[in-house]
């Protein structure tokens, strides 16, 4: 599948928990951790890879890592944007793609 906007699968997946890859890549990259909702099936791996302080009093950061979904990796990257109020979001995610999975199959 070329050019298959694989956060938007993510995305639509996180939707049955009630929460977004948005607000998972947010909360792993700043804390380490993922929704509670999502914690059972989701890890993140992520280092702080730019930091640079805005006019305004925020924050800019970069993050690369890997965000483990029910046993599928994906590489990412994040921009993330943190308010002097604590407050955040991601600006951006430039990079999105699956890098290692595997298929198993139960026989009863």
């Not at 938007?8 to 939707?15: C, E, H, K």
């Not at 800019?60 to 994040?78: C, D, M, P």
Request: glycine share 8%; aromatic share 12%; with cysteine.
């Amino acid at each position: 599948m070329a050019d298959k906007d694989w956060l938007s699968v993510v995305d639509d997946y996180f939707y049955t928990f009630r929460t977004s890859a948005e607000l998972v890549l947010a909360e792993g990259c700043i804390s380490g951790r993922v929704p509670e909702a999502v914690a059972g099936c989701v890890n993140i791996e992520r280092e702080l890879v730019h930091r640079a302080m805005e006019e305004d009093g925020g924050t800019s950061e970069i993050y690369h890592g890997v965000l483990t979904v029910t046993g599928v990796r994906y590489n990412f990257e994040a921009r993330l944007f943190i308010d002097s109020d604590g407050s955040h979001f991601v600006a951006d995610v430039p990079k999105f793609e699956p890098v290692e999975w595997s298929a198993g199959m139960q026989v009863a």
